[in-house]
């Protein structure tokens, strides 16, 4: 075979991040009571870097969607659920 | 007389296998592989799709068909009455990926309608989507959609 007969090798393409995905919800029924020990008194977590909600949620809950529990809870110290720094303690309820 | 007792044991044996399967396929969960299913007391009836929602949580503009900035929307129809409901919407990218999942606890007084969004700020990958909701841990109800450019 000749050079003209290379095939073109492609590249592995990458798996989209859905790690920022948003989600939310509400209804026309009304919320059921939350039983109180899914919130627990939660524990003490320093940011590292590299770190953002959801990869902190997926290490501590096991589902990176759980993010705004962690954030809700920190709403004092997280301006941008986005913008998370390293040193800053967070609160992880129920971890 | 010992071609007939054999043929019989091997009736008796087959007759066996297939009670035996019968039973075990009767335990499985019936709610996992159905398009709309029930929880205890509560049954999905419907998933509505959209970009957006009405104060009711209707859906004000429904489609299948997603651009890649929407926020996407489904709104989930629920019969019936319990003092408590675990709603949760799975949210899957064709690769098997799942995008989200979230969960609402609810007490249903009759039909309600219960919406779930995502939004993802830098835009959505093109391709198909399935939204699958579940009632109390089991599957109720599974829709498909499209991102398109």
Redesign the interface.
């Known amino acids: 075979m000749s050079i003209f007969c290379w095939k073109e090798v492609k590249p592995p393409e990458s798996k989209p991040d859905f790690s920022n995905v948003r989600s939310g919800g509400s209804s026309t029924a009304s919320a059921a009571p939350q039983p109180t020990d899914t919130i627990g008194s939660g524990k003490a977590y320093v940011v590292v870097e590299g770190d953002s909600l959801s990869k902190i949620a997926r290490r501590e809950y096991g589902d990176a969607s759980k993010w705004p529990t962690i954030y809700e809870a920190n709403k004092e110290v997280i301006t941008d659920p986005d913008l998370i720094f390293p040193g800053q303690e967070l609160q992880i309820p129920g971890a | 007389m010992r071609t007939r007792l054999f043929g019989i044991s091997i009736l008796a044996l087959t007759l066996a296998a297939v009670l035996n399967a019968a039973c075990a396929r009767s335990s499985e969960n019936p709610g996992a592989t159905g398009t709309t299913g029930t929880g205890s007391g509560v049954r999905v009836s419907r998933i509505d799709m959209g970009r957006s929602l009405n104060a009711?949580?209707t859906i004000n503009d429904t489609t299948n068909s997603f651009k890649p900035n929407d926020t996407i929307y489904a709104s989930i129809v629920?019969e019936g009455i319990t003092?408590?409901?675990t709603?949760k919407?799975r949210?899957t990218?064709q690769?098997g990926?799942?995008?989200?999942?979230?969960t609402?606890?609810?007490?249903?007084?009759g039909d309600?309608?219960?919406?779930?969004?995502?939004?993802?700020?830098?835009g959505w990958?093109t391709g198909k989507y399935t939204v699958e909701v579940f009632l109390n841990g089991s599957s109720a109800a599974t829709r498909a959609f499209d991102v398109e450019r």
């Open positions: 009711d949580r629920t003092a408590t409901t709603l919407a949210w990218y690769d990926q799942v995008v989200n999942e979230s609402q606890t609810i007490a249903p007084a309600a309608r219960t919406e779930f969004h995502i939004a993802k700020p830098d990958p």
